[in-house]
């Protein structure tokens, strides 16, 4: 009689053996969209782990112009490069990505 989870497996192993190169846990397949507070009733939303074959200029310019708000693109150490738009805008991003063929199951949208 064979129980599964009872294999030992060495946490310390190196990554290549253990078949992937990232983190566990990090959610390195999803687009996630946050809303941070800035200060008094001023927002920040961000949008992070968009594939690397969409250029983030121009989408950050789409977004500019059909949220008529504006926004940048800030290159983070961790996280890679994350675009940052004024006010809550987390819905209307939602909607733009699944109309523009992103699957909706990859996005994850936080916040309160």
Do not use: W
């Given at each position: ?101 992103v699957d909706r199951s990859t996005i994850k949208m936080h916040g309160f």
């Amino acid at each position: 009689m064979s129980v599964q989870n009872l294999n030992s497996v060495d946490p310390f192993a190196e990554e290549e053996l253990l078949g992937g190169t990232q983190d566990v846990g990090s959610g390195a397949d999803y687009i996630h969209i946050r809303i941070q507070q800035r200060n008094g009733r001023k927002t920040l939303t961000t949008v992070q782990g968009l594939a690397k074959q969409y250029d983030l200029k121009k989408i950050l310019k789409a977004f500019k112009k059909e949220f008529a708000c504006n926004g940048t693109i800030h290159d983070d150490e961790k996280l890679g490069e994350v675009i940052q738009l004024q006010g809550d805008q987390r819905s209307k991003i939602l909607d733009f990505l699944v109309e523009n063929d992103v699957d909706r199951s990859t996005i994850k949208m936080h916040g309160f």
